[in-house]
């Protein structure tokens, strides 16, 4: 049974730049999460999309957003790069709301 | 707010050598608390899931207990293999997926 895919695994960009980070989920599963993990926050929950819907969204700036498709994968995308979004960034994929969540192996991004 | 803490931060165990690892939360509306563990350069993998004060699970060596203030993580007589960073998440809100997750406990098991 295929995981969580996440692509690219690294990317390397510049400041001011544009980048979208990709996320294909479990078969079947429908809801698609994204966080940002860095040393100093730990993991933060970015956002939710279930059905397509961006059903919750947690504190970042509007710099951040993203998408879900009608076959459930999700793309995430950060405009006008700074240095602080370095981080890896996680993307979970859940059955139900109750579900155990499956993360994927993240994107490290480096922001230079 | 949402919040939630662990402790240790760090801890270093000889093989065999049982502990427990803590979790303290604030949050409104508990719908779960959650465990996972996370190795180098990989994402979380889930543990266990609790719901109410008082439930508990195993799995293996690993035991998750849960209280109205705390949960704990219960390694008995881990092997080197544990070794990871553990962390818990709580499941706050009405619907959907909103974790607020602690900073985690990286936990070294010596051979």
């Known amino acids: 049974k295929a995981g969580v895919t996440q692509t690219p695994r690294y990317l390397i960009k510049t400041r001011g730049q544009q980048v979208t980070l990709s996320c294909s989920p479990i078969s079947g599963h429908r809801s698609v999460s994204w966080y940002q993990q860095t040393p100093g926050q730990g993991l933060q929950f970015l956002f939710e999309y279930f059905s397509e819907t961006q059903r919750n969204k947690g504190n970042f700036p509007g710099r951040f957003s993203g998408r879900q498709f009608s076959n459930s994968r999700s793309e995430m995308n950060v405009s006008t790069l700074e240095l602080g979004d370095s981080a890896l960034y996680l993307c979970a994929s859940s059955l139900t709301e109750d579900y155990g969540y499956t993360f994927g192996s993240g994107t490290r991004l480096t922001v230079v | 707010e949402d919040q939630v803490t662990q402790s240790p931060e760090a801890l270093r165990l000889q093989e065999g050598e049982s502990s427990s690892l803590n979790c303290s939360y604030t949050?409104?509306?508990?719908?779960?608390l959650f465990w996972y563990r996370q190795d180098p350069g990989k994402g979380p993998e889930f543990l266990f899931t609790l719901y109410s004060a008082g439930e508990e699970k195993e799995k293996e060596r690993l035991k998750a207990t849960l209280t109205k203030k705390e949960s704990f993580l219960h390694i008995t007589a881990p092997k080197p293999e544990d070794s990871a960073t553990y962390l818990c998440a709580v499941q706050a809100g009405n619907y959907g997926q909103n974790f607020v997750f602690g900073p985690g406990t990286r936990l070294s098991v010596l051979p």
């Open positions: 949050v409104s509306g508990l719908r779960g």
